[in-house]
């Protein structure tokens, strides 16, 4: 499936050529940007457990990083990027090491804290906007190469980074630090009692999630050629774990998938009603409860008949 997703996003700059449809590629390069912050999520959600409903927060930080730094006149994005790392790994550090003393609902609850606490405190930077938002003027630039701007160009940079985030998540996953973090999620009793630290581990991965979203932060940032404390709700905490969920937690791949699913779905609903987001919310509610695994899980189980029928003939 991994192999499917890659190479229709490789190749779909040429269809949108081909089709004379620009919107066709800056709806893809949006795709990839909340695909890259759905993907730093099932890392905590999916293999840690660890339901956060303030993880938009550090998509927010990123978007900043890029607008406050580009009002003061550093375009570069690899300084704005490592300023959002930097930046949100912090905030993931400290408030980490707090939501990770509490559980379940707590957890939750503490997370949604944090996020808006950081949503309030974008609103009242009066010096970057406040509640309005920041407008940035320019794309950032690459080592001093305005390469970002061509929606080409800036297309694939950001394919480039989601596939490298896709493969440095599954190296994550099937490391010694990998199985541990979900050793800890099935059972955090058995692992504590067999010699690992449960909270250095969920640690690590939350500010590893936290990085990983801020640089999807950047990219969106730059896209919309915009900051703005929306960013950082819960409504969109909640959107990304719509997309973790609709595409199949704990797959890596399904995150991506979920996040076109979601995205299509409100492109497609929002042509036929101003009312769409009711239709969003009922179609949302029936793949959840009918599809188990999400699409991720719904790919599997088709494709599972196939292979069989493969083998018995061959």
């Not at 800056?26 to 940007?33: D, H, L, Q």
């Not at 998540?169 to 058995?190: K, M, Q, T, W, Y």
């Not at 509610?285 to 719904?298: S, Y």
């Not at 494709?303 to 029928?309: I, V």
Request: charged share 10%.
């Amino acid at each position: 499936m991994a192999s499917v997703i890659f190479t229709a996003f490789a190749i779909l700059p040429m269809l949108a050529s081909a089709l004379g449809d620009a919107f066709l590629l800056v709806t893809a390069t949006r795709i990839m940007i909340f695909a890259m912050a759905a993907l730093s999520l099932d890392l905590i959600l999916g293999f840690g457990g660890m339901v956060s409903f303030g993880h938009a927060a550090f998509l927010g930080i990123g978007a900043y990083a890029v607008g406050i730094l580009a009002t003061h006149g550093i375009g570069d994005i690899l300084v704005q990027a490592a300023a959002a790392i930097a930046v949100s790994g912090l905030f993931a550090l400290i408030t980490g090491a707090i939501c990770l003393r509490t559980r379940g609902v707590y957890f939750i609850m503490i997370t949604l804290a944090f996020g808006q606490m950081a949503f309030f405190f974008t609103v009242s930077l009066s010096a970057y906007g406040g509640d309005d938002g920041l407008t940035i003027a320019n794309r950032s630039t690459i080592a001093g190469l305005r390469a970002l701007d061509s929606n080409i160009g800036f297309y694939y940079v950001v394919f480039t980074l989601l596939l490298g985030f896709f493969l440095l998540a599954r190296v994550v996953v099937a490391s010694r630090f990998g199985r541990v973090l979900r050793g800890i999620h099935d059972n955090p009793e058995r692992m504590r009692a067999i010699g690992f630290a449960p909270f250095r581990y969920q640690l690590a991965a939350y500010c590893l999630a936290g990085a990983m979203a801020g640089v999807a932060g950047v990219l969106l940032a730059n896209q919309n050629a915009f900051a703005a404390p929306a960013y950082m709700g819960w409504q969109r905490s909640g959107d990304l774990i719509f997309m973790t969920v609709l595409g199949g937690m704990g797959t890596l791949i399904g995150p991506i998938a979920g996040a076109a699913g979601l995205i299509i779905l409100e492109e497609l609903l929002a042509k036929f009603s101003e009312h769409w987001k009711l239709g969003l919310g009922v179609i949302l509610i029936l793949i959840v409860l009918n599809i188990r695994g999400g699409i991720a899980g719904l790919v599997a189980r088709l494709s599972r008949p196939a292979k069989s029928e493969g083998d018995r003939h061959g």
